[in-house]
């Protein structure tokens, strides 16, 4: 008993500090470190400190290439609705799945959720790389529907060197799962990658349809805001409540469920 509160005591703190680092590296809002720290509750309900490692790992590189080459960002930033620093809706977006798959495996254990477990994080981390390395690439970007040409920073926007850095980031918490977990398997990596850059093209396609965009009726840009130049925006693609947010979450339940379902047949 007093191991296991040891233990437990050993989680909590090792969750507070990851989100006080989130904080001070300003990775995280103040609401953002707080949704933090209950994501990594539920997650250590599930999967215990290896859960946090692989959630950690998401977060620290992540969190690197959001701050990589920012100046080269800034002007893309404005394109968007929020900032860099994630606010506790963001971390949600990308760890409310994760959380989920944590609490169910504590009262409904089974291995299948370990496979959704690590497939939403490499979801998760296969998008974020996709965004932060791919608006770096020297070639502009192309939608993904109707192929032409478009602004870097476009939601539902590709480019070679997105693609290779979604195919990274899925294939790092891939092949760290299987250092953590016994039950993975060099046939579970390869379908864990799959799966976390099928989630992460789930994304760019909801963004290149559903997700709103709006045109600035002072400037003209095509931005995520419902405010721009200080005037309202006009909505001209998607529906109005589906911002980017919606997408991420949308896309790492949908990937994280697809490979639960695949792990009854492969192991």
């Not at 040891?6 to 809002?29: P, Q």
């Not at 590189?61 to 963001?90: A, I, L």
């Not at 370990?114 to 994080?121: D, H, K």
């Not at 974020?128 to 791919?134: D, F, N, R, V, Y």
Request: proline residues 2%; contains cysteine; hydrophobic residues 50%.
């Amino acid at each position: 008993m007093t191991a296991l509160l040891e233990n437990d005591i050993v989680l909590i703190v090792g969750i507070v500090v990851l989100a006080w680092i989130g904080f001070t590296w300003k990775a995280l809002t103040f609401s953002g470190a707080i949704g933090t720290f209950l994501v990594g509750i539920f997650i250590a309900m599930g999967f215990q400190g290896y859960g946090l490692l692989l959630i950690g790992l998401f977060f620290v590189t992540s969190s690197y290439w959001s701050k990589y080459n920012r100046k080269k960002k800034e002007n893309m930033e404005d394109m968007h609705e929020k900032g860099s620093r994630r606010d506790m809706v963001q971390v949600l977006a990308n760890g409310g799945v994760p959380a989920l798959i944590g609490m169910m495996a504590y009262f409904f254990p089974a291995e299948y959720w370990t496979y959704g477990f690590v497939v939403s994080i490499a979801v998760a981390n296969s998008d974020t790389w996709a965004s932060e390395i791919g608006t770096l690439s020297r070639k502009q970007p192309f939608s993904i529907l109707r192929l032409e040409k478009v602004e870097p920073g476009t939601s539902g926007a590709i480019s070679s060197l997105g693609t290779l850095a979604a195919i990274a980031g899925a294939s790092l918490i891939a092949i760290a799962s299987y250092f953590l977990w016994d039950g993975i398997t060099t046939m579970a990596i390869f379908w864990i990658i799959i799966f976390g850059v099928v989630g992460c093209f789930i994304d760019t396609i909801l963004g290149a349809t559903v997700q709103s965009a709006y045109r600035c009726k002072e400037c003209g840009k095509l931005v995520e805001k419902k405010i721009h130049c200080l005037q309202p925006t006009i909505l001209v693609k998607g529906v109005s409540f589906v911002n980017n947010d919606v997408v991420n979450i949308s896309s790492i339940l949908l990937a994280s469920i697809l490979m639960m379902f695949l792990s009854f047949f492969v192991r």
